[in-house]
């Protein structure tokens, strides 16, 4: 049987259909998986071994049409469900199944905080997309298999970390889903470890902020509520040194990784990791928070305007950003 998978975007939700490649590959007979998705984010499927064949989205939608058409599938199956993947589906003509994205719950919990949302994972939403095929969820989690050549060598990292350290992935799509940087500082503090900050190079400046602040000797003028802070951390901005393969390297070497709700966060899930996830305008009941690994969950569930969003937004609507300032660091690392 010839299955398409289609997710164009992006690496948390891709990372996280990886049980549905895998049951599909496992559970039906002869079964042949192509998968397509956006070039960049190729990275991530490359080296699945569920995956037979990788289509990317490269040269407009219609180029994409044709090659699809060529393989000529048995069905397909949609986890994006959107405007261009339907365009997608209608073109092929043939049997197809399609993800249930919630739109109306979403909308109704975002917009008057009613909670019509199921309980239950992602992951799990994903695979009942495939329940028509006979397809049942198992229980390995998700999957993330990184190539020998971006194996991040132990030596690579500073001697102060190569005996065991914390993850701390400081990036996130939107502002309102990363801490504020005092923020940031108090959570490294807490944690008392040696940290590795994980990002794009997008988040190299705010990394370079914090590894300064935790080498400045404690003389220096800090923002008021920074002074009395410990300051034992030891931070390594790793931000933009890495990419994603190596990242994932590195937070398979690690101990505990902290992430707010982002791609990392699921790759440290696919590892299991236990990880602190961290929540601003988001929440973990939209069904996104680590999948089948030990967590903790860090959030503000005193405000009443949360969620503001199902994405996130560049500042917070109402000025206060009470979701992210108001989190209490309530945790304990042997």
Not at 15 to 27: E, F, G, S, W
Not at 142 to 165: C, Q
Not at 224 to 229: R, V, Y
Not at 314 to 326: E, I, L, T, V, W
């Given at each position: 049987m ?53 289509i ?13 058409r ?18 997608i ?5 043939v049997?197809s199944?399609?993800f ?15 909670d ?5 994972h ?77 990002g ?13 602040f ?56 696919a ?7 961290i929540?601003?305008n ?36 109402k ?11 309530d945790?304990?690392l042997?």
């Amino acid at each position: 049987m010839k299955v398409l998978i289609i997710r164009f975007s992006s690496i948390g939700d891709i990372v996280l259909t990886t049980p549905v490649v895998r049951a599909l590959k496992t559970q039906l007979k002869d079964a042949e998986i192509h998968y397509t998705t956006k070039p960049k984010f190729k990275v991530i499927l490359e080296s699945n071994p569920y995956v037979d064949k990788l289509i990317l989205l490269e040269n407009g939608l219609w180029s994409l049409i044709r090659q699809l058409r060529r393989e000529r599938y048995d069905c397909i199956i949609d986890l994006h469900n959107n405007l261009r993947t339907r365009f997608i589906k209608m073109a092929l003509g043939v049997q197809s199944y399609s993800f249930n994205k919630l739109n109306i719950e979403k909308w109704l919990r975002v917009t008057f905080k009613i909670d019509k949302l199921p309980n239950i994972h992602l992951v799990e939403r994903y695979l009942a997309t495939t329940a028509p095929l006979g397809i049942k969820a198992d229980a390995l989690g998700l999957d993330y298999f990184i190539p020998e050549s971006d194996e991040v060598p132990i030596d690579w990292l500073p001697a102060t970390h190569r005996s065991g350290y914390v993850v701390y992935a400081i990036g996130a799509q939107h502002a309102t889903k990363r801490l504020p940087l005092k923020r940031m500082i108090e959570l490294c503090d807490k944690i008392n470890k040696p940290i590795i900050l994980l990002g794009g190079p997008d988040d190299a400046i705010v990394g370079q902020q914090l590894q300064e602040f935790f080498e400045y000797p404690a003389d220096q003028d800090y923002e008021a509520g920074l002074k009395e802070l410990n300051k034992q951390a030891i931070v390594y901005n790793a931000c933009g040194k890495f990419n994603l393969n190596q990242s994932a390297s590195v937070l398979r070497q690690a101990k505990y990784v902290f992430t707010h709700d982002t791609g990392l966060m699921h790759i440290a899930a696919a590892f299991k990791k236990e990880i602190f996830s961290i929540w601003g305008n988001t929440i973990p009941e939209f069904g996104m928070y680590p999948y089948r690994t030990r967590f903790t969950v860090l959030e503000n569930k005193k405000v009443d305007c949360r969620p503001c969003s199902k994405i996130g937004y560049q500042k917070c609507p109402k000025g206060h950003f009470n979701c992210m300032n108001g989190i209490v660091f309530d945790f304990y690392l042997p």
